[in-house]
Each structure stands twice: as C-alpha cells, then as structure tokens.
C-alpha cells in the first residue's frame, strides 16, 4: 500500500515538473501583441503601420532581448538589446511607452512593461541617432520664478 502511495505521488511530482514550463510559455518569453496604427520607430529601423508580435528572445542568460515578429510569426523584423528599466508600480496591463521626436517623424518605441512585472526593457538607440534625436526637441518653456524684493529698513 504504502508503495503504490509513493509511485502515485512520484508520477504526479514528474508530471508537475514535466508540464508546468508548458503551462508559464507567454509568461516566460512575454509574447504580446500590439497593433500599431501608425509608423513607429525601434532601434535601427521604421516599422510601417501593422500587428507585430514582441517577445524576449529565448535565452536563459539575457532576459532583454527583444525580438519583433510579424502577426503570424513567420518574419523577423528586428532583434533589439534593451537595458532594464523599472515601475515603482506593478503594471495590471501592457505598458509601452514612446520617445518624443519631431514633427513629421514617425514615434520612437521607448520602454515595454509586460502585465505583473516592474522589470521592463528600454529600448536602446545608436550613439548617432539619439544625439540628433536630443537636438531636434523642443523644449517647453518653464514659468520663471522672481525673487521677492527685499523689505525696506526703516531708521
């Protein structure tokens, strides 16, 4: 009896720990699918209008590696190398935040939050392009602040 306890629960532990990566696949690799509805800007190209599908590339020593695929997967547009950036909170839903550029350019993809997790990756862009990106922004006017007159003494 107690044998045939322990080879039931041995087959239920091998088959916890044979399915359970099959169970977490989005998670770890954080596919999403997005759908942008004009051109965008990643590192080293400009992607027309579409449905792309990002995911981290599948490697277990560098999770910030970016790939873009299109909708079915079949088309590798860009694999990007981002650094870790950080939310103080938990995003409940995708997260992708955009560079400011100038008139007329199409937005530079910025940072991606997948659902749960603080870690995302920003996207880094080449030397070149984000020196002149820097130089073409604009820069909001900021209310100047006067300095009080000081108080006249009497004598």
């Known amino acids: 009896m107690l044998r045939r306890v322990i080879q039931?629960?041995?087959?239920?532990?091998?088959?916890?720990?044979?399915?359970a990566p099959l169970s977490f696949a989005n998670e770890w690799n954080e596919k999403t699918i997005f759908t942008f509805n004009e051109p965008f800007e990643v590192p080293g190209r400009v992607l027309p209008a579409g449905t792309y599908v990002f995911k981290l590339a599948d490697s277990l020593s560098d999770r910030d590696v970016v790939q873009i695929f299109n909708k079915d997967q079949n088309k590798l547009y860009a694999t990007i190398m981002g650094i870790p950036d950080y939310r103080m909170r938990t995003p409940s839903k995708t997260i992708?935040?955009?560079?400011?550029?100038?008139?007329?350019?199409?937005?530079?993809?910025?940072?991606?939050f997948y659902p749960g997790d603080n870690f995302g990756i920003e996207f880094v862009y080449p030397k070149e392009r984000a020196m002149s990106l820097a130089k073409a922004k604009t820069i909001a006017p900021c209310w100047r602040i006067r300095p009080r007159p000081k108080p006249k003494r009497r004598s």
């Open 96 to 112: 992708v935040t955009f560079d400011e550029r100038p008139k007329g350019s199409p937005e530079a993809l910025d940072a991606w």
């Open 8 to 19: 039931v629960l041995s087959c239920l532990l091998l088959s916890a720990v044979v399915f």
